[in-house]
């Protein structure tokens, strides 16, 4: 059996049904989250969801299913939705925006998070083509250690521009108790700039190509460096 499989495929009205059974039983809302944790892991309902249960079933509530909800589901949030949300917490729960902000984040659980940028968003087969390079690897460094590792060549481009301005921890400065702030000018990154391909391995740089201005960079380029620059820096660096 698989358990986690198992674990998933609880819905929500059986999730309840048990919390009613252990009702039943005079558990309390604290030994029945503690029960269905152990059972369900991190697919168990949260204590306060468990709680509101309770709380239901003690009030003469017998059904477990969700209620039902007349129209289509809303799917996208304009402002006069936002407006009527905003008036249903007001008078269908009777507190303040204030108050469900903290029950949401601090008795719930709840957080907003921001979208993390990365590079690319990798589709399933290329996730799982850099699993199967990976392991790859690791097979080849199992069998030739560190010999393996010193063939490895990597690439990447970057822009160089003319000027960097420092980061806010770079301007830091050590002061006495009482002493003012530093203040320095604010000044933007460099207009001028310049893009660089560089190859590197684990000894340190060996190509670091700027590309001219007004050129294309695509596989024919690409190619070309490969060839010209980086075959007679990678062979430089296998014989010494």
């Given amino acids: 059996m698989d358990v986690t499989a198992t674990r998933r495929s609880f819905s929500r009205s059986e999730v309840r049904s048990i919390i009613k059974f252990h009702l039943l039983l005079n558990k309390t809302p604290t030994e029945i989250h503690s029960i269905l944790r152990e059972g369900l892991q991190e697919y168990a309902p949260s204590y306060e969801t468990v709680r509101s249960w309770v709380k239901a079933f003690t009030e003469g509530r017998s059904d ?3 209620a039902a909800r007349s129209g289509r589901p809303v799917t996208v949030s304009s402002d ?3 407006a009527r949300m905003s008036d249903l917490i007001e008078e269908t729960l009777s507190i303040a925006h204030g108050t469900a902000y ?3 984040t601090q008795r719930l659980g709840k957080r907003k ?4 940028w990365v590079p690319h968003v990798l589709t399933a087969e ?3 083509q850099r699993v199967t390079t990976a392991a790859d690897h690791l097979r080849r460094y199992a069998i030739k250690g ?3 590792l010193q063939r490895i060549v990597a690439g990447d481009e970057t ?3 003319s000027y960097e301005p420092e980061l806010k921890r770079q301007r830091s400065e050590w002061r006495g108790p009482g002493s003012p702030r530093p203040q320095k000018a604010i000044r933007k990154q460099g207009s001028l700039k310049s893009m660089h391909i560089v190859f590197f391995d684990m000894r340190g740089i060996l190509v670091d190509h700027p590309v001219p201005v007004g050129r294309t960079v695509n596989g024919d380029y690409y190619r ?3 060839r010209s620059k980086l075959r007679p820096a990678s062979n430089s660096s296998q014989e010494a």
């Fill in 80 to 82: 006069e939705m936002v």
């Fill in 146 to 148: 560190e010999e393996f």
């Fill in 64 to 66: 477990c299913s969700d």
């Fill in 224 to 226: 070309d460096v490969l």
């Fill in 102 to 104: 903290s029950i949401l």
């Fill in 126 to 128: 290329q996730k799982e």
């Fill in 159 to 161: 822009w160089a521009y």
């Fill in 113 to 116: 998070v921001a979208a993390k």
